[in-house]
């Protein structure tokens, strides 16, 4: 079964650069969470969108910036990049919120961001 | 404030018998509980939920128990197998922000 892809697996930038993490969720799926997860730390809710739409804001930093697209695929930019942003970027999917309120979330396998 | 907690930052447990992970929380508008299981550089992969209508959910080795008056839930595998031995996060949501907060995760030792 198709499952959320997230590219590139890794990534290697330094200090004050920017970088731009994608996210493909499952097909059907028309929500999307990013989330980040420092070391040793539980991850952390991001941002989330429906339907191309911001949906739920969380501890993101006005240095990153986020959108969806028309084929639910989302982006995470980030800009400036301090050292303390370097930890794993989780994206997850999940079907349509009117379908339901509970709806699992299914993650991709990560982007492991490194930053100089 | 950590509104979810896992206590066990490990847990060791001989294959074949019981695992019981557990969690708590501390925001009553919680209504939706989740448990992830994840390895290595890989992302958490969903194993089972529970609402808070239920006070049991059961999928296979795994269940999952509610106990909403002690704001506490646990998962137990049973027989527990090599290949369960991974970090077990616990997650949960409310209807009004689907958001998911998360423990800090379990890390469970399964001895041959």
């Known amino acids: 079964a198709a499952g959320v892809i997230q590219s590139p697996r890794h990534l290697i930038k330094e200090k004050r650069e920017t970088a731009t993490l994608k996210c493909y969720p499952i097909?059907?799926?028309?929500?999307v969470y990013w989330y980040q997860q420092g070391p040793g730390q539980d991850p952390q809710f991001l941002i989330s969108?429906?339907?191309?739409?911001?949906?739920d804001k969380g501890s993101i930093p006005d240095r990153f910036s986020a959108q969806q697209f028309s084929d639910y695929h989302s982006e995470l930019n980030m800009s400036s990049l301090e050292l303390g942003d370097s930890a794993l970027y989780f994206c997850?999917?999940?079907?349509?919120?009117?379908?339901?309120?509970?709806?699992?979330?299914?993650f991709g396998p990560g982007t492991r961001l490194t930053v100089l | 404030d950590q509104q979810v907690k896992q206590n066990s930052p490990s847990l060791s447990v001989q294959e074949g018998r019981i695992s019981i992970l557990n969690c708590d929380y501390t925001n009553s508008m919680f209504d939706y509980f989740l448990w992830y299981k994840k390895y290595p550089a890989e992302g958490p992969t969903f194993l089972i939920s529970?609402?808070?209508i239920k006070d049991k959910n059961e999928d296979g080795r795994f269940t999952v128990f509610l106990n909403k008056s002690a704001k506490h839930l646990s998962l137990h595998i049973v027989p527990s197998q090599p290949g369960d031995s991974a970090v077990y996060f616990c997650a949960a949501s409310s209807d009004s922000n689907y958001q998911l907060i998360w423990g800090a995760g379990t890390k469970l030792i399964i001895k041959p």
């Open positions: 529970i609402s808070s």
């Open positions: 969108f429906y339907e191309k739409m911001q949906s």
């Open positions: 097909p059907r799926h028309d929500t």
């Open positions: 997850a999917s999940s079907l349509p919120l009117d379908r339901g309120p509970y709806n699992e979330q299914f």
